[in-house]
């Protein structure tokens, strides 16, 4: 490694960081609060009238009105939920089944899974009601 390539370790330390918070942008900022307390069963951290806000262990979830969300991306756009998945979140469970049965008894329509997936692991995933996409793993 060259010295252009090498890190500088003080800069490694603090950049990138641990991810502080995502924001999902959602249509029915009631609909997703429900949902996000009793399918994960938290309580909200933060909330205002456009906002909820989960902890999940370190990293804030913020669920956000959607039509509050174009200040914060333009000059981006903000898509709409019927636009395609893009991305989907994984929690690590103990038990992938188990948990399934769990989220099902909770309401959760599970869009695919349990299964065993190539790559060595059992995972199966579901939806939110803004349309983004939850895998749970092991």
């Known amino acids: 490694m060259n010295e252009s390539t090498q890190l500088d370790e003080s800069s490694?330390?603090?950049?990138?960081?641990?991810i502080a918070a995502i924001t999902l942008f959602v249509e029915d900022l009631g609909e997703a609060k429900r949902f996000y307390s009793e399918v994960f069963q938290l309580r909200?951290?933060?909330e205002d009238d456009n906002s909820a806000v989960f902890?999940?262990?370190?990293?804030l979830v913020n669920?956000?009105?959607?039509?509050?969300?174009?200040e914060l991306v333009a000059p981006a756009t903000v898509a709409s939920?019927?636009?395609g998945v893009?991305?989907?979140f994984t929690l690590g469970v103990e038990d992938v089944d188990a948990t399934?049965?769990?989220?099902?008894?909770?309401?959760v329509e599970m869009l695919n899974g349990p299964m065993d997936r190539p790559w060595g692991i059992r995972?199966?995933?579901?939806?939110?009601?803004g349309g983004h996409i939850w895998e749970i793993a092991r």
């Open 12 to 18: 490694a330390a603090a950049w990138p960081g641990a």
């Open 44 to 46: 909200v951290f933060f």
């Open 55 to 59: 902890k999940f262990g370190e990293t």
């Open 63 to 70: 669920v956000l009105q959607s039509n509050e969300a174009p």
């Open 81 to 83: 939920p019927d636009a």
């Open 86 to 88: 893009r991305f989907q």
């Open 100 to 107: 399934c049965e769990k989220l099902s008894a909770r309401g």
């Open 123 to 129: 995972t199966a995933s579901f939806r939110d009601p």
